[in-house]
């Protein structure tokens, strides 16, 4: 056994930093290659989102995709953060989904502020978003200051779903990104770049985001089997509450903010005031000495930390969702009667003797 968790630590080492060595030395030519900044650029009128007359739960258009190794011991469970030693290393994570009954939007403020301070981030993805936005996904893709990981196809809920249907959230957004992996590919041809140009961006994503913050021990074991490693969050921007503002965003993270933590906003229209907020964030952080970094680096950089549940600031706290949503594909549909009693403010726990409890998460009145 000891054998066999070495080997699994040893894969670990050599496979992260070996992708992302290669993410990091791309030249960035890529993306102004296919596309003309105007194209690039954010528009203001894709950050709308939409519901749609009845669900779309149809699949993509092909359903394969290049499969995992299995997932090293080391990366199971429900990683929250990375212990680095002290090192002053983060990871900005940004979600991108929609529900079966809707189109979500596209926020490129976000997108822009990122590459306008040259910082590198992970952005989980849903299957169905992207489908939506083929071409904002593949700009994404193929710029290598990101990383893509899987948000799910419907942004279902796997505190609920079946096996079948959970499979289906995992397998079909894999199959999704491998489609538009193609498209960019055939893209790159017809403008006469070399095959070398695309060597650098993953044949799959290799992360995944619970929706909701959601999971249980069926859901993280198959998600293991899959080879996915499931990112959770140490510290939220709370930008789904639309109280939130870019000062609020600023002032929750810096006081909170830790070596190893993961940050999660969104970039799909349902943040509010990140892409306005991250100019300034960006600069105090590295004020502060901070590193900001893929999870994908964070996690060769150190230990992750990992809990057997999904949750927000505490054990069982996303458990509220089960009810609210259900199997989390689509909008509840509004119910007349008295409404809910408020939530109680945030109860700090400690998961491992250390962790304080994070800000507004993924939580209502938007699906994270």
Known sequence: MRL????????????????????????????????????????????????????????????AAPSLPPLPENLHGSIRRVDTHGEKLLALTFDLCELADQTSGYDGTVIAALRAAEVRATLFVGGKWMRSHPTRTMQIMADPLFEIG???????????????????????????????????????????????????????????????????????????????????????????????????????????????DIIIGHANGNGHGTGQALPVLVAELRKRGYR??????????????????????????????????????????KKSGPKPPPQPAQTPYASDGKEPPAAGGDNPPGPP
């Open 292 to 333: 900001l970094v893929t999870v994908s680096e964070l996690l060769a950089a150190g230990r992750p930390v990992a809990a057997s549940d999904c949750y927000d600031s505490h054990p069982g706290d996303t458990a509220r969702y089960d009810a609210l949503f259900g199997d989390g594909t689509t909008h509840p549909r």
């Open 150 to 260: 899987s948000h799910a196809w419907t942004h279902g809920n796997f505190g609920r779903l079946d096996g079948p249907a959970m499979d289906r959230e995992i397998a079909w957004t894999q199959a999704q990104y491998a489609l538009l992996r193609a498209e960019l590919a055939g893209m790159a041809r017809d403008r006469g770049l070399p095959e070398t140009a695309l060597a650098a961006i993953p044949a799959a994503p290799t992360l995944f985001r619970f929706p909701y913050g959601r999971c249980r021990a069926e859901a993280l074991s198959r998600l293991a089997e899959a080879g996915l490693a499931a990112v959770q969050w140490s510290l939220t921007t709370g930008d789904p509450d639309p109280a939130s503002t870019p000062e609020r965003i600023i002032k929750t993270v810096l006081d909170r903010v830790r070596p190893g």
């Open 4 to 63: 066999v968790t070495f080997l699994a630590l040893a894969l670990a080492c050599a496979l992260f930093p070996a992708a992302t060595a290669a993410r990091a030395g791309n030249t960035g030519e890529l993306p102004t290659r296919l596309w003309t900044p105007a194209e690039l650029a954010a528009d203001p009128g894709e950050r709308r989102s939409g519901r749609l007359g009845q669900p779309d739960r149809s699949p993509p258009a092909a359903v």
